[in-house]
């Protein structure tokens, strides 16, 4: 049985930073493209981040310079690093294994004055 805990989310305020960890079990975690997604209320759901299995990043224009996606596999755990953070950064962020429609139950960032 696959599963994918996130961990981290909290609410900061604007300029603050949080990291997020997404554990898995079930999977042979290191072969695998891993992503970070956000959906905010009323928005669909939008691509973050992805770390390839060889551990090369890709981020959304809108994060480039602030997050930082890293892995470490003896860890079976994918992080987001999220810094200079905006009201616009608001979203539960859910962790995904590529290619394979696991995901997790995500946790909630929240940023407010």
């Known amino acids: 049985q696959v599963q994918l805990v996130e961990s981290g989310g909290g609410s900061v305020q604007p300029g603050g930073s949080l990291r997020l960890s997404c554990t898995a079990s079930?999977?042979?975690?290191?072969?695998?493209?891993m992503g970070w997604y956000r959906q905010a209320p009323g928005k669909q759901r939008e691509l973050v981040a992805t770390?390839?299995?060889?551990?090369?990043?890709n981020y959304a224009d809108s994060v480039k310079g602030r997050f930082t996606i890293s892995r470490d596999n003896a860890k079976s755990t994918v992080y987001l690093q999220m810094n200079s953070l905006k009201p616009e950064d608001t979203a539960l962020y859910s962790c995904?294994?590529?290619?394979?429609?696991?995901w997790g139950k995500g946790t909630l960032v929240t940023v407010s004055s």
């Open positions: 995904y294994v590529w290619g394979t429609g696991y």
């Open positions: 770390i390839t299995s060889g551990g090369s990043p």
């Open positions: 079930g999977i042979i975690f290191s072969i695998y493209c």
